[in-house]
């Protein structure tokens, strides 16, 4: 195998779509206080600098008994500010933009920088419609225009202004609610695509082992959502053998992440080295079954690695065809079966193909395949072959100059989770003279 050592190479994940949220902090916002319209007595801000003008406000609220309403007068800026920066509380401001130490849209700005979620209703002794619109944009729920019947139109102005406050406060609220629910999910999601991870066979535990087996292995795993459907995984099987599988839940994302947790946990559980894998996928099948929703399934290749006979024994459950190369040549093994989940009852057939030294076994998700050349062609078997043949003519198979050109031709993020896995054999005692 050129200048392979042997054992087991993990490649790092490519998908750079995916970020690492470790250093998000889950943010609990405190429920939002919104003051609500009621038959109780609303306080009123009153901040104006003329007498008459000021009584004749506080008569038309006066008049009013739904809701009923308790006048705070200010007759400067400064004053209003004081007392809401005391701490005091009101409902709404009825604010004058002439003052005797403010005037202008800056008076309303002023205000708003002590009160931000105060309503506020403007007043003014013109009837400027450009002023008062831009008054709204700055920030007024409202306008009053002086000249007009105060006891008809404050308590509507009033009313309006708590009412549309109320609307932007709630909105706001529910919009820092819906980020914070993203951080945390995108929290649990880094620790669900760690724990999946932490389910791929890893190089410490496995590379004394594949040395001493004659075997060279090298691994990409890259979920397209962060976590997904797919994964790869090994076990020893002893007397020279060592099994490997691949399977591919349908869907993408959390609910397929789930599944994977499931179907790891029944290999772990029901595996036996003396069984043949066509007898595992059965047994996986059937258990599966009586597990998946209506519509969830898996595909699945189980091979096993013969280094004593220099053989490989396989079966599958619908997977995408392995290649088998040797020599220079490469073959597709035949993948057929029903996947797994779908039918409580049935069978699978084992195959048989000679796994010499210097054999490779190149095993992939149809994120590959399926992947997307122009809007109504895939990658599909024939691109795969076609990079396979490209470095079995300058070498050997590598996942890593593999999937380099892969991505040449179809740049990254897939829309699939994506697993390559390249299993060969070697010569044992190049590797101990090594």
Same mark, same amino acid.
Request: glycine share 8%; charged share 25%.
């Given at each position: 195998?050129?200048?392979?050592?042997?054992?087991?190479?993990?490649? @790092?994940?490519?998908?750079?779509?995916?970020?690492? #949220?470790?250093?998000?902090?889950?943010?609990?916002?405190?429920?939002?206080?919104? +003051?609500?319209?009621?038959?109780?007595?609303?306080?009123?801000?009153?901040?104006?600098?003329?007498?008459?003008?000021?009584?004749?406000?506080?008569?038309?609220?006066?008049? !009013?008994? !739904?809701?009923?309403?308790?006048?705070?007068?200010?007759?400067?800026?400064?004053?209003?500010?004081?007392?809401?920066?005391?701490?005091?509380?009101?409902?709404?401001?009825?604010?004058?933009?002439?003052?005797?130490?403010?005037?202008?849209? !800056?008076?309303?700005?002023?205000?708003?920088?002590?009160? =931000?979620?105060?309503?506020?209703?403007?007043?003014?002794?013109?009837?400027?419609?450009?002023?008062?619109?831009?008054?709204?944009?700055?920030?007024?729920?409202?306008?009053?225009?002086?000249?007009?019947?105060?006891?008809?139109?404050?308590?509507?102005?009033?009313?309006?202004?708590?009412?549309?406050?109320?609307?932007?406060?709630?909105?706001?609220?529910?919009?820092?609610?819906?980020?914070?629910?993203?951080?945390?999910?995108?929290?649990?999601?880094?620790?669900?695509? #760690?724990?999946?991870?932490?389910?791929?066979?890893? @190089?410490?535990?496995?590379?004394?082992?594949?040395?001493?087996?004659?075997?060279?292995?090298?691994?990409?795993?890259?979920?397209?959502?962060?976590?997904?459907?797919?994964?790869?995984?090994?076990?020893?099987?002893?007397?020279?053998?060592?099994?490997?599988?691949?399977?591919?839940?349908?869907?993408?994302?959390?609910?397929?992440?789930?599944?994977?947790?499931?179907?790891?946990?029944?290999?772990?559980?029901?595996?036996?080295?003396?069984?043949? =894998?066509?007898?595992?996928?059965?047994?996986?099948?059937?258990?599966?079954?009586?597990?998946?929703?209506?519509?969830?399934?898996?595909?699945?290749?189980?091979?096993?690695?013969?280094?004593?006979?220099?053989?490989?024994?396989?079966?599958?459950?619908?997977?995408?065809?392995?290649?088998?190369?040797?020599? +220079?040549?490469?073959?597709?093994?035949?993948?057929?079966?029903?996947?797994?989940?779908?039918?409580? !009852?049935?069978?699978?057939?084992?195959?048989?193909?000679?796994?010499?030294?210097?054999?490779?076994?190149?095993?992939?998700?149809?994120?590959?395949?399926?992947?997307?050349?122009?809007?109504?062609?895939?990658?599909?078997?024939?691109?795969?072959?076609?990079?396979?043949?490209?470095?079995?003519?300058?070498?050997?198979? #590598?996942?890593?100059?593999?999937?380099?050109?892969?991505?040449?031709?179809?740049?990254? @993020?897939?829309?699939?989770?994506?697993?390559?896995?390249?299993?060969?054999?070697?010569?044992?005692?190049?590797?101990?003279?090594?």
């Amino acid at each position: 195998m050129g200048d392979s050592q042997g054992g087991l190479t993990i490649l @790092p994940p490519t998908n750079s779509a995916w970020q690492n #949220t470790s250093d998000l902090d889950e943010l609990v916002l405190p429920p939002v206080a919104i +003051g609500r319209i009621s038959s109780s007595k609303l306080r009123v801000l009153l901040v104006e600098d003329d007498p008459g003008d000021a009584e004749l406000v506080k008569h038309a609220l006066r008049e !009013s008994r !739904s809701p009923s309403f308790q006048v705070t007068h200010a007759a400067k800026l400064g004053a209003a500010l004081d007392r809401l920066q005391d701490g005091e509380i009101f409902d709404v401001v009825l604010l004058d933009l002439s003052l005797p130490d403010s005037a202008g849209v !800056s008076t309303l700005s002023k205000l708003q920088a002590v009160a =931000p979620r105060v309503p506020i209703v403007i007043m003014t002794g013109l009837d400027d419609p450009q002023l008062a619109n831009y008054a709204l944009e700055v920030g007024a729920q409202d306008y009053l225009v002086k000249s007009d019947d105060p006891e008809r139109t404050v308590v509507r102005a009033i009313r309006y202004a708590i009412t549309r406050m109320n609307a932007l406060v709630e909105r706001d609220a529910l919009a820092e609610r819906v980020v914070a629910q993203q951080r945390v999910l995108l929290k649990e999601l880094e620790a669900a695509r #760690t724990m999946q991870f932490h389910l791929l066979p890893r @190089p410490e535990g496995l590379n004394d082992r594949f040395r001493d087996l004659g075997l060279d292995v090298e691994a990409a795993f890259e979920p397209s959502l962060g976590i997904g459907g797919d994964l790869w995984g090994c076990m020893d099987s002893g007397d020279g053998k060592f099994a490997f599988y691949t399977f591919d839940f349908a869907g993408h994302g959390i609910s397929a992440a789930l599944n994977v947790f499931r179907l790891h946990a029944l290999i772990t559980e029901r595996w036996d080295p003396r069984q043949q =894998p066509a007898e595992l996928l059965r047994i996986l099948g059937t258990a599966l079954h009586g597990l998946l929703k209506r519509g969830q399934y898996a595909t699945m290749f189980v091979g096993v690695v013969d280094t004593v006979h220099g053989e490989l024994e396989w079966s599958a459950a619908g997977a995408p065809a392995p290649v088998l190369a040797h020599a +220079g040549k490469a073959e597709f093994l035949d993948s057929r079966g029903v996947p797994l989940g779908l039918s409580r !009852s049935a069978t699978y057939a084992n195959h048989r193909k000679p796994f010499p030294i210097g054999a490779s076994l190149l095993l992939y998700s149809d994120a590959i395949t399926d992947a997307l050349v122009s809007d109504d062609q895939s990658f599909g078997e024939d691109g795969l072959m076609g990079l396979v043949q490209d470095q079995l003519g300058s070498g050997d198979i #590598t996942i890593s100059r593999l999937l380099d050109q892969f991505f040449s031709l179809i740049p990254p @993020p897939l829309q699939d989770d994506l697993t390559a896995v390249r299993i060969s054999r070697v010569d044992r005692g190049r590797l101990q003279c090594g």
